[in-house]
């Protein structure tokens, strides 16, 4: 079984891989280009890309007989990956769900505080210098607790988040999602994306990255949020109108917003980057090495059925 990995991987991952399969461990941490994932369709049995790793039809077509069986992809999105050529060419995929949910939703969490709370624009002022001293009025917020947060998508991370929200800071949930949940905390399912939005204090983007909801929040989701509430996007980037996004906190249709991720990323518009009341991480919603680690076995765990004849354990 011929292994190819797309990124180096922590440790334990990588022993593993090397121990179980002929491994090849791509050294770069950029996206891989047209030619490598074609040559990956072709010389290798199985393939761990990750985010940015664009398997498009474009790339399937031009391999017609590819030796490659699975694409067991590090990351529970795989909306980089065109999984309907995929199967056409015989190329499974899998992801790695379940690994990445408490992570993720941490990191929700602590963008709703810091965009809510002003965090990121009370360092730079104290970083630079230019704190002059705590008084009454200083750096005013919005106080998260007891507040309504809004959830679209309410799948495994929404449900996280919207569990935090609840039982952490007593927030009455609302969501917006393709069907009305079971649930066991309080939550109540708006019909339209646009009555969640204006009816919400912090607004929550958790739903996969697919052609169905691109640019989903859009200028008129963001018109009819509140003035003083914040967006927080921990889905993909190109959910949000990036564009729209700007003027919004440009006219201050919206307060502030929280963003791991981004429409063109590594490209952060630099819009978005002087804006003090928009709090920014470099995507890192399961940037901590037991869970990246876990993500890596499940992975593995993908490959390794692959290899032994048996059903993938997370297919997608």
């Known amino acids: 079984m011929r292994l190819f990995i797309a990124r180096p991987m922590p440790e334990a991952v990588t022993d593993r891989a ?4 002929d491994t090849t461990i791509r050294a770069d941490n950029t996206p891989l280009d047209g030619g490598e994932m074609r040559q990956a369709l072709r010389d290798f049995d199985a393939v761990i890309p990750t985010l940015g790793d664009q398997f498009s039809a474009d790339v399937f077509a031009d391999v017609a007989r590819p030796r490659c069986r699975l694409l067991a992809n590090f990351g529970v999105g795989y909306n980089h990956i065109d999984t309907v050529a995929a199967g056409a060419a015989g190329v499974q995929v899998a992801n790695t769900p379940g690994a990445v949910t408490d992570a993720t939703a ?3 969490l602590t963008l709703i505080l810091m965009s809510a709370r002003r965090a990121g ?7 630079a210098g230019k704190w002059a001293g705590w008084h009454p009025t200083q750096m005013m917020g919005l106080h998260v607790s007891g507040k309504t947060v809004g959830i679209v998508g309410m799948g495994r991370i929404g449900q996280a988040v919207a569990r935090r929200c609840h039982f952490g800071f007593g927030m009455k949930v609302r969501y917006f999602s393709r069907s009305a ?5 309080p939550a109540e399912a708006v019909a339209s994306l646009t009555d ?3 009816s919400v204090d912090v607004l929550v983007v958790a739903v996969p990255g697919a052609k169905e909801t691109y640019h989903l929040i859009n200028a008129d ?9 914040h967006l927080v996007n921990i889905a993909r980037g190109d959910i949000v109108d990036e564009a729209a996004l700007i003027a919004a906190l440009e006219t201050g249709t919206i ?13 952060v518009p630099a819009a978005l980057r002087q804006m003090e009341q928009v709090t920014l991480l470099p995507h890192m919603g399961t940037a901590a090495l037991d869970v990246r680690t876990a993500m890596g076995h499940m992975a593995l765990d993908n490959v390794a059925a ?6 993938l354990p997370n297919r997608v």
Do not use: C, S
């Open 221 to 229: 989701v963001l018109a009819a949020m509140r003035p003083t509430a």
């Open 106 to 108: 941490d990191i929700a």
């Open 255 to 267: 307060a502030g917003a929280g963003l791991d991720v981004y429409e063109f990323e590594p490209q």
């Open 18 to 21: 090397m121990a179980a399969f």
């Open 181 to 185: 949940k079971k649930l066991a905390f």
């Open 196 to 198: 969640l939005a204006a």
């Open 306 to 311: 692959l290899a032994a004849g048996r059903e």
């Open 121 to 127: 624009e009370g360092e730079r002022l104290l970083r």
